[in-house]
């Protein structure tokens, strides 16, 4: 496993040139995503799939919203970064369902503060396990937050129910560079171990 978490790093050059079909990238998102854990078993995790146009429109959905509170002399920049996820093969919009988070806070009235917590958990954990089999299967990604800017034009658009909450947009594609050599911390920062 640890192997597979090493090859998960951010790619912002990104193509359309899928190593797999997209059916197979469909069903990886789909089964890495079942297979994450959650609290309580809730399974609150969504996400809508999109590629090719699809993903072109949410890209156009977030430029819009962005040209609406960029200034004008920054704006070339931003909608230069929106074209570098637009150039990928698809993109990943993961979302929270909070009716089994209310359900399991009416029925554990002790716990009822921490499920929304622990829904946010269970989202970075299907994020992570999401990128990481993207990246074991040789596609590059990255993780990007456009939300809440883009919700309520996303949720016209693609009908998603309103109990659905965008947590985070994963862009993904060819991978059109190479990756920098990773830095770590100090373990002394990071960890402690008592035996």
């Known amino acids: 496993m640890l192997d597979k978490l090493k090859k998960r790093r951010t790619q912002y050059a990104l193509g359309k040139n ?10 990886l998102i789909r089964e890495a995503i079942r297979l994450s854990p959650s609290s309580f078993n809730s399974q609150s995790s969504r996400a809508v799939i999109l590629f090719g146009n699809e993903s072109d429109k949410f890209w156009n959905i977030a430029r819009e919203a ?16 929106i074209d570098s996820f637009a150039a990928g093969a698809g993109t990943v919009l993961f979302y929270e ?33 999401v990128w990481t089999a993207l990246a074991d299967a040789g596609i590059g990604a ?38 920098a050599e990773k830095t770590f911390i100090d373990d002394e920062l990071r960890f402690r171990t008592h035996r």
């Open 142 to 179: 990255s993780l990007q937050h456009y939300h809440p800017l883009v919700d309520a034009e996303t949720a016209k658009t693609w009908n998603i129910p309103a109990s659905w909450q965008l947590k985070a947009q994963m862009p993904f594609g060819s991978n059109e560079t190479g990756f």
């Open 97 to 129: 369902d909070e009716e089994p988070v209310k359900a399991l806070q009416a029925n554990f009235p002790l716990y009822a503060h921490n499920f929304p917590i622990w829904s946010e958990h269970s989202t970075g954990m299907a994020q992570l396990a």
């Open 66 to 81: 962005l040209r609406a509170i960029v200034p004008a002399a920054d704006f070339a920049g931003t909608s230069k970064k």
């Open 18 to 27: 899928l190593p797999i079909s997209e059916t197979q990238v469909d069903a």
